[in-house]
């Protein structure tokens, strides 16, 4: 079964508010095995929603709405839906009593006159009841194969009637439409890390050869390195799981020291499990990053097993003074250079006890940067049970992109050394 989203909000299509609702939507209907073929955002004017929905219907037959369901003028959703079903809008008694009711459970005695207009649905319209919010969903059947579904904007509210009413309605008209049990869409994420997308695709290869049918792979690039997200597409329960581990094996063996986990799995917490099993601690010493790897690490729960601390020393005063740095390989070589980032790491381990530790020090811009060390430059360094491994790139971007990258890479660093495999 496909649909397409459509979200009302002029809010949304100004950028003022992100759009959460269609990827939350977009996801629960995909574990529902429903595919969704297109999203879209509209105006919160009256002929824009009206367009976008006979659109969505004429290309796909059924569309899911949120937003524009509200008490004031500006919501326009359920006008717009009723003119295209060729619906009059009628007071339903059952909508108002369940509102009046709601205000009077928090204290209100007199609904405002406005939330009358929540009342209004279109004729022929079943109306999905909302224990949370004041605006009920409707889903509006013609019989002829148009499906319109229309819910509330708020997210929490969204969320409580696709789960309790939305998901298990398309099942079943899923399975009555295929006149079988139905299939899924299920989706695997392998994440990767230290490659650029271009080797790794050259490191993969024909990714047609790895694939079963029924299965296709999205290639999905970001400053912390690139996910590969294996989905199957109308396939049984069953052989969608047996063809997602087929695909996932064969993509492991290719992806090799790259691969540091699969689906949610964090960087961090990866980095902090292999220490944990090798009973050793971990300290950190930044710089350029400012605190971004110690921040990294503590949000993993249950991090202080293995992490005891950092030192963020920013001026060359904090470097020599909290973690030994020589005045001398500053003079020489600079603050960001391979030497001072060895004796950071030197420094803090010894500090802290620890015997794992990463240092980083670097240029993250928009000033600093020289011919010899543009913006972008930093070193990194890693110390393994005493034995200390360097590290140097230019990485692009602005500041934030280079303080980021500068912290994935070095716990991507840290992993690799730790695992044997650098």
């Known amino acids: 079964m496909d649909c397409e989203i459509l979200t ?7 950028g003022f508010t992100v759009d959460t609702n269609a990827a939350e939507m977009a996801r629960a209907l995909a574990e529902a095995g429903i595919r969704v073929r297109r999203r879209a955002s509209v105006s919160d004017e009256l002929a824009d929603v009206r367009q976008a929905l006979a659109a969505a219907l004429e290309r796909c037959g059924t569309v899911i709405v949120t937003g524009g369901l509200g008490p004031t003028p500006d919501d326009l959703t359920r006008q717009a839906a009723a003119e295209l079903f060729g619906a009059r809008l009628v007071h339903d008694p059952a909508v108002l009593a369940d509102l009046e009711e709601k205000y009077r459970r928090r204290g209100i005695a007199q609904m ?22 004041t605006a009920p969903g409707l889903w509006i059947d013609d019989g002829h194969g148009r499906l319109a579904i229309l819910l509330p904007g708020v997210p929490k509210e969204m969320r409580g009637l696709m789960e309790s009413e939305v998901i298990p309605r398309l099942r079943s008209r899923g399975r009555a439409e295929d006149g079988g049990p139905g299939t899924v869409i299920r989706s695997r994420t392998l994440r990767t890390a230290g490659i650029p997308e271009s080797a790794l695709a050259d490191q993969v290869g024909d990714e047609k050869r790895l694939l079963p049918p029924g299965l296709s792979l999205a290639w999905l690039p970001s400053l912390a390195g690139v996910d590969l997200r294996l989905t199957a597409w109308n396939l049984g329960e069953e052989e969608a799981r047996a063809a997602l581990e087929q695909a996932a094996g064969a993509l492991r063996a290719k992806l090799g020291a790259h691969l540091y986990g699969e689906d949610g799995d964090d960087l961090a917490a990866v980095v902090l499990r292999a220490l944990e099993g090798q009973g050793a601690k ?20 249950g991090s202080s097993r293995v992490f005891v601390g950092g030192v963020t020393a920013y001026a060359n005063e904090a470097k020599l003074g909290l973690l030994g740095v020589s005045a001398e390989a500053i003079a020489e070589q600079g603050a960001v250079s391979e030497e001072v980032a060895r004796q950071m790491a030197r420094g803090v381990a010894r500090a802290l006890d620890a015997q794992a ?16 060390k543009p913006v972008g430059t930093v070193w990194i360094a890693v110390l393994w049970r005493d034995q200390v491994r360097t590290f140097t790139h230019a990485f692009p971007g602005d500041r934030e ?9 070095a716990l991507n660093y840290l992993r690799r ?6």
């Open 417 to 422: 050394v730790v695992a044997g495999a650098l």
């Open 112 to 133: 405002p006159a406005s939330n009358r207009r929540q009342a209004d649905v279109p004729e022929g319209a079943t109306v999905l009841p909302n224990p949370i919010g």
């Open 401 to 409: 992109d280079v303080r980021g990258r500068a912290a994935q890479w």
């Open 282 to 301: 971990l300290a950190v010493a930044e710089s350029c990053t400012g605190g971004l790897l110690g921040a990294r690490l503590t949000a993993v729960p």
């Open 8 to 14: 009302v909000g002029t809010e949304l299509v100004l």
């Open 357 to 372: 530790a990463i240092a980083v020090t670097g240029i993250a811009g928009p000033d600093g940067g020289t011919p010899s």
